[in-house]
């Protein structure tokens, strides 16, 4: 993060520090499913001490979404039935959209900022499922698909005329957000993030996902799942990030994903399923 001046990261420190406080327990269950030995019934004992958390991922689990035979009246049983992945990305998704603010001064439209990082979050995860099992827990393209563009709230709420300005530059140019950050801000949403990820005490490799998604020398098989699904949820228009898709993009990974971000869309399945997925989620 060589590119923050004292200045600017002075103020961004003291809009980061504005930010509330991410829950303790959600960041308990992550540090716990690090470990792949880790007992579930340990991460479903500090779910469990969190009630609000817990009634929101039984609302979720009982929905006709999953269609489950019989009730959930447990989060062990959650676990038996989703998985303890699934589980745990609810609780981080609830956690995520606890912290974000009803409006911004910026303009920046909260709902559908939420509809857009809950289908990357989806698509991600689809896409290490079939393109890069090997390589990494599909989970993880989950929680870095979510939290991506977080960046873009701490700009929202505490620097809105930059963030609306950029914005606006951004439309009438026909240029991507994050270029337009960097010429008015100082720096893009990337690498606030990033500074909120730290703050937030998240996984090393989840904040440099977070700071690097928008830079085009760093690459592993996370950033090429997080940056098409990006593309593809911008190229379907779904929710908005407010960087909307460009007709002169092109694919971002096709060392990965080949050129044809239609075709990969085709051998991921339809996005309806994700999508209706990410709706019931932003309903509750």
Not at 57 to 66: C, G, L, P, R, T
Not at 71 to 88: A, E, M, P
Not at 161 to 167: N, Y
Request: proline fraction near 6%; glycine fraction near 8%; hydrophobic fraction near 45%.
């Amino acid at each position: 993060m060589s590119e923050l001046t004292p200045e600017l990261e002075r103020k961004l420190g003291q809009a980061v520090e504005r930010m509330p406080a991410f829950p303790r327990s959600v960041q308990r269950v992550l540090e716990l499913t690090r470990n792949i030995n880790c007992p579930p019934k340990e991460i479903v004992g500090v779910i469990e001490k969190d009630p609000v958390m817990t009634m929101k991922i039984f609302k979720v689990i009982n929905s006709a979404y999953y269609s489950l035979p019989n009730k959930i009246t447990s989060v062990g049983q959650s676990v038996v039935y989703l998985g303890i992945n699934t589980v745990k990305n609810l609780a981080l998704g609830f956690a995520a959209v606890g912290i974000l603010p009803r409006t911004t001064a910026a303009g920046f439209d909260i709902q559908r900022y939420l509809l857009h990082s809950l289908v990357v979050a989806g698509v991600a995860r689809q896409l290490g499922q079939t393109y890069a099992r090997d390589e990494l827990e599909p989970g993880d393209c989950y929680v870095a698909g979510l939290l991506h563009d977080f960046g873009k709230i701490v700009l929202a709420q505490f620097l809105p005329a930059e963030f609306s300005e950029a914005m606006r530059l951004s439309a009438e140019r026909g240029r991507p957000l994050h270029e337009m950050e960097v010429q008015v801000v100082g720096v893009d949403h990337g690498v606030v993030g990033a500074l909120l990820a730290q703050r937030w005490t998240f996984p090393v490799e989840l904040v440099e996902s977070i700071r690097d998604h928008h830079n085009p020398r760093v690459h592993s098989a996370l950033l090429d799942c997080l940056r098409t699904a990006d593309q593809i949820v911008r190229l379907r228009g779904i929710g908005d990030s407010g960087n909307p898709w460009r007709d002169n993009e092109t694919p971002l990974a096709p060392e990965r994903f080949g050129d044809d971000l239609d075709a990969v869309i085709t051998r991921i399945g339809t996005l309806d399923k994700i999508v209706d997925e990410a709706m019931v989620f932003a309903q509750v």
